[in-house]
């Protein structure tokens, strides 16, 4: 075992793909500049060199759509979105070229594309810069959607996106990019597709979304003696591990769904439809989500963390399902 940051983590993924397959290159704003903006490009331009990794004017649209004509031929472009607000100049090549090509074309083209978009909110950085769009994409078919939550994610979802033929959106949480796990040495992947069950418990299942996992894991620890409490990270919204999670809701008979997106329209209501679909008769309370608040993430640090959920917030969302 090791140490290893996130951003390590999301670094390693990027070189290990291009040692082994040689049509994966980077693209993206500032890429090519000291590692990128945040450091996630380090040391390829060194092994790789400009061919492979390709810093760009501020124009998502134009980069985007370079990498769907580099997916036709072939090749596996990596895309940075330095913020996810960003992603919405691409929603074009996106969303109507990416998703739509290998159906449109009778599966004569694959779109072996990988878009990494940084989301997160609690660095301060107000409405413009902080937004969770996940279930924007989560809604286009064609788009595969991941969160890595842990270092180990980081990598392992990575470079299974890198791998997969067709698009993958891969949202990392910035709050993460410096903080450090223990992992294996060497090379793994995360499947997409897999939840993981990061805590056993038998009262409540908690399904956490990105860096609400960590915030429902010591909410859940809180709670300990008082509520049993298992705690699921899908680490893919899409495809969606709906087996873990029915699985659970089986055990404990109680959901609660945690994002910090807002809850109007969230994942979260994905998540409870199909719960309702399969579990209908297991469950001995009503779902529920917790979500953002229904306004744009305001600057003041306190008033940003007010309008996520917290630990707190979470504890008691959970003593209100149970109780």
Same mark, same amino acid.
């Given at each position: 075992m090791?140490?290893? %940051? ?33 450091k996630? %490009?380090?040391?390829?331009?060194e092994r ?7 810093? %760009? ?58 878009i ?9 950085? $107000?409405?413009?810069?902080?937004? &969770?769009?996940?279930?924007w ?11 890595? $939550? %842990? ?8 470079? &299974? ?32 597709g ?13 399904? &956490?979304?990105?860096?609400?996992r ?46 910090e ?40 640090? &306190? ?21």
């Amino acid at each position: 075992m090791r140490k290893l %940051t996130y951003a390590d983590a999301i670094c390693e993924a990027q070189l290990e793909e291009m040692a082994v397959n040689e049509g994966v290159f980077v693209v993206g704003e500032d890429v090519d500049i000291a590692g990128g903006v945040y450091k996630l %490009t380090r040391g390829i331009m060194e092994r790789f060199g400009p061919k492979r990794l390709i810093g %760009t004017p501020v124009s998502e649209e134009a980069f985007c759509g370079l990498a769907v004509g580099a997916a036709m031929t072939g090749l596996r472009p990596v895309v940075e979105i330095m913020y996810m607000d960003f992603i919405l100049m691409a929603m074009d090549p996106l969303v109507n070229q990416m998703a739509k090509i290998p159906f449109m074309s009778g599966g004569q083209f694959s779109m072996p594309v990988t878009i990494r978009a940084q989301a997160g909110v609690g660095t301060v950085e $107000a409405a413009q810069h902080s937004q &969770s769009f996940e279930a924007w994409f989560a809604h286009t078919p064609g788009l595969k959607v991941c969160m890595p $939550a %842990t270092v180990y994610d980081a990598k392992g979802l990575l470079k &299974s996106a890198i791998r997969d033929d067709g698009p993958v959106l891969v949202i990392e949480n910035r709050v993460l990019f410096y903080e450090e796990e223990e992992v294996p040495d060497g090379e793994w992947t995360v499947p997409l597709g897999k939840a993981e069950v990061a805590r056993v418990g038998t009262d409540v299942t908690v399904v &956490s979304l990105g860096y609400t996992r960590r915030k429902a894991l010591a909410a859940a620890a809180k709670l300990d003696g008082e509520i049993s409490v298992e705690v699921i990270d899908p680490r893919s919204l899409v495809p969606l591990d709906m087996a873990t999670i029915a699985a659970s809701i089986r055990k404990t008979g109680r959901l609660l769904v945690v994002h910090e997106a807002p809850t109007r329209n969230g994942f979260g209501a994905e998540i409870v439809r199909h719960v309702i679909d399969e579990c209908f008769d297991y469950l001995d309370s009503p779902p529920r989500v917790l979500g953002g608040a229904d306004l744009p993430i305001p600057f003041s640090p &306190s008033l940003e963390k007010a309008c996520i959920p917290q630990e707190t917030t979470i504890a008691n969302a959970i003593r209100e399902v149970c109780h």
